[in-house]
């Protein structure tokens, strides 16, 4: 496995494997790479001649306040899983290296940016977007892999490879969990154990949710208020939001029909957590 | 010549192009092309296996008010000057194509946007760099070129260019001119002819200005007050700004020395002109 810690280098490789004929594919990471990880590194090994995995803390998608400093970068032991999955090349920059002196160009993708875990964390997804662009331009990847976890994040990084003519194709794997239902995530390790042991409020929540509306429910704000009433009673759980929005556009809908996006964040003291499952109602029976 | 409207058969030509071995030069512009974007397309051709021009009056770039009706578009005119000119592919597409319904992904280069023409004209460097991206992932050309006439834009780009790792060259040509000094423009057709007699006011003005600094003037404010004076004294000329900036900041310098760009912007009507000189300083003597 080919370790790059400059743009150079993975230019260097990815022409050499393109060059054999190689299809490319890319993981970005932020590194603390666990069975979600692993998944979409899996599905890339499945596809792809080549496989990329980047593994940058994007500085520029954390607010002030959050957690950039603290945030793990076990990269010694996120280099062995890349190897041990058989990676290509881990693509692992300093900040400097992605943000150089002087940088100022950034990505927005308008009013889906706003949404959701965008209005908690204002400037979150133009990190986001932007990072992912970079990546996408210094791998120029044929596939990309990404959570359905970040399901957001996934619904914007689609509408900026559409609008700006990227010529990629997307793949969105599904949410790995623990045994106990809990979404696996970085984060999960600033848990402390009773912290941990409640966390899986948020998957039974959204589990309760799905049954209700497959028993043929389909007023947004009766599942809305289930998952709130469940964080609620749920000890040390801060509800952030819970929302029942449209697939395409992010929004609220009133009645559940068609794609929707059942998806809630929640905090246990300063650890945010975010969950969510997507329910596909063919026609709305009345 | 291929004449292309959609995004698929600029593709299809460019992969076959590269197949070939070709290396790809592109001139993006908003048509009603004049001699100034036929030295770019001379430029293109000398350099490049496979030369496209694309054709297109981008409406993002535009602000309320603006001239976006009544912009030139002899769409026929501007074919014919590129066969003329072996260009190998004409993109001209529908403003549908470039921005289908639920558009809503847009780059911005923070500070440089806001400068100079940016302070007049909100909104337009943004349009024009986003525009400009697209054009670059559909056609992916190897050497794109611009006009040192727009020499905010051409630095925007090149701005963009290094932050988002785009893997291409940007070759800025020199301004061409009318006999008489004024800069050529899709815009000076809606002079009437007292204006355009005194449209030569702004090239007059700025060689003035070189004469004075290659005599020593150090003093900034010096320079831009000789700009004023001239254009105060021009009939039917409104000063928008003159400048003189860092090459790279776009930030007014009290002293010229090493790479400074003296630029202005002038109304005639509603007629909005730009020029711009560029001075060379190597040390400041005093």
């Not at 496989?51 to 998608?61: A, D, G, H, K």
Request: with cysteine; glycine share 6%; charged share 25%.
């Amino acid at each position: 496995m080919i370790v790059a810690y400059t743009i150079e280098r993975v230019r260097l490789a990815v022409a050499e494997a393109r060059s054999r004929g190689l299809s490319i594919g890319l993981v970005p990471t932020m590194g603390a790479l666990h069975a979600g990880h692993v998944s979409l590194i899996r599905s890339a090994r499945r596809e792809c001649g080549f496989v990329v995995v980047s593994i940058f803390v994007n500085p520029t998608q954390f607010g002030a306040g959050e957690d950039l400093e603290r945030y793990p970068r076990p990269l010694t032991k996120d280099l062995q899983i890349c190897e041990e999955h058989h990676v290509d090349l881990a693509f692992a920059p300093e900040a400097g290296i992605m943000y150089p002196p002087g940088y100022r160009t950034w990505v927005e993708v308008h009013e889906l940016q706003d949404l959701l875990c965008g209005a908690s964390r204002p400037g979150h997804f133009r990190g986001v977007a932007t990072v992912v662009l970079k990546l996408f331009n210094i791998v120029q990847p044929d596939l990309a892999y990404f959570g359905q976890k970040d399901a957001q994040q996934a619904r914007i990084i689609r509408q900026m490879v559409q609008d700006l003519n990227l010529q990629l194709r997307l793949q969105v794997c599904p949410i790995v969990r623990e045994p106990d239902g809990l979404a696996l995530s970085s984060r999960n390790q600033y848990l402390d154990s009773a912290q941990r042991d409640h966390a899986r409020a948020l998957h039974v929540a959204l589990e309760e949710v799905r049954k209700l509306a497959e028993k043929g429910e389909r007023d947004a704000r009766v599942l809305r208020q289930l998952l709130a009433s469940r964080i609620a009673a749920t000890p040390g759980a801060v509800l952030d939001y819970a929302a029942v929005v449209d697939m395409e556009t992010l929004k609220p809908v009133a009645r559940v029909k068609g794609e929707v996006l059942v998806a809630m964040a929640v905090e246990f003291g300063t650890t945010r957590l975010i969950d969510n499952i997507r329910l596909s109602i063919a026609t709305e029976e009345s």
